[in-house]
């Protein structure tokens, strides 16, 4: 195997396994910070030998003996044979792997031998650890950025660069972040576990707004050229699927629904050259339909003992658009009362500003301009491009066009990213002159 195979080997497997090499060992090692950087250490290893000794059968097993190597390294290092270290080390002189079965061929131990045995793994175990990662990366104490920065690295298996190049922001700050995040988790003591009950809860939830967070900025990003960051968006799907997966209660469900809903308009929301199309313009036959029908699935298993929660009612709005034949056909009415339930257990301005849409698209724009009048006297989205931008498409259905073409131009000057802006643009240019 050449060196560009090795490197594309070496990331496939932390791209896929990322998430329970490091679960797995923060489990053992009780210090988060050292287990990512053990797991570091060991790619770089890897790096090294697979060249050399050929990809090992069952690669994660191999970078977690590595990385369970260099953490009793390190250990030695810090506080000699202490009881830790005694520990560890009696779990690889007994065979056993990070992942719960034998250990895997380490660094010139016949790595790329091919009559080594791949290493048995405990699903149970690894979804725990799993799960408990994402706890982790999703704790309270640290900021939403420092949130977003970990989830990506340690459980997406995100690089610095790519993390960077996704949000628009210096590779060193994305850096900086990541390092006082894990700081924060070790000054805070957060403990390595999947907690219980009402703490539980409180978790998930701050997993699952992560999660969103990231697909929103991917689906309609904020700022940047491009409208759509694909890579951003699918890392935020497969994640929650993996959250299904490993805690499969209704509201998680209704994110993975609502992301998948979402997503199956993606080929048809952007033209040749990247430029959006709106709704309206859009061709349906281009819907991702398997991505409608999984959402569809999670959506049937959103309905908790309380009926939908939040991200299951915007689910529940983007089936109504995904099953409609066109902008008109749509049942504006249910979508309509899906936002007002929004409303009442998820309040924002934003989710009144779609409402003030759906009004205006079952009752007429008059009706849709009274919600949105109603957000400007309360001084809500100030700064924001979505309320003049909304205003304006109010205004020109209503035959205002001068007020609508300011509406527009303000919109776009205070719209972030280069496409939407452009959107806002020519709809401005193309009002008639008063």
Known sequence: MDDDAARRAVEAVWRIESARIVGALTRYTRDFELAEDVAQEALAEALVSWPRDGTPRDPAAWLIATARRRAIDAYRRRTGRDERYAALAHGLAEGEVAVGGPTAPGPGAGAGDPGAEPALLDPDLIDDDMLALMFVSCHPVLSREARIALTLRVVGGLTSDEIARAFLVPVATVQARITRAKKTIAAAQVPFEVPDGADRAARLSSVRGVLYVIFTEGSSATSGEDWIRHDLAREAVRLTRVLTRLAPEPESFGLLALLELTSA????????????????????????????????????????????????????????????????????????????????????????????????????????????????????????????????????????????????????ELCGNTAERTVLESKAAALPAP
């Not at 009752?363 to 304006?392: C, F, I, M, N, T």
């Open 265 to 412: 308009r993606f080929p048809a929301r952007t033209g040749p050259s990247g430029e959006p199309i709106l709704l309206e313009d859009q061709d349906r036959r281009r819907w991702d339909r398997a991505a409608i029908t999984r959402g569809r699935a999670a959506l049937r298993r959103a309905v908790g003992p309380e009926g939908m929660g939040a991200y299951a009612l915007q689910a529940g709005i983007a089936e109504c658009h995904a099953v409609a034949r066109s902008v008109p056909e749509t049942d504006w009415e249910r979508i309509v009362l899906l936002y007002e339930a929004l409303g009442r257990i998820a309040p924002s301005p934003v989710v009144d500003l779609n409402r003030a849409v759906a009004v205006a698209m079952a009752h007429g724009p008059d009706l849709g301009l009274r919600v949105v009048d109603g957000l400007v006297e309360q001084g809500a989205l100030a700064g924001s491009h979505l309320l003049p931008g909304v205003r304006g498409e109010l205004l020109s259905r209503l035959g205002r066009t001068a007020e609508a073409r300011g509406e527009y131009l303000r919109a776009a």
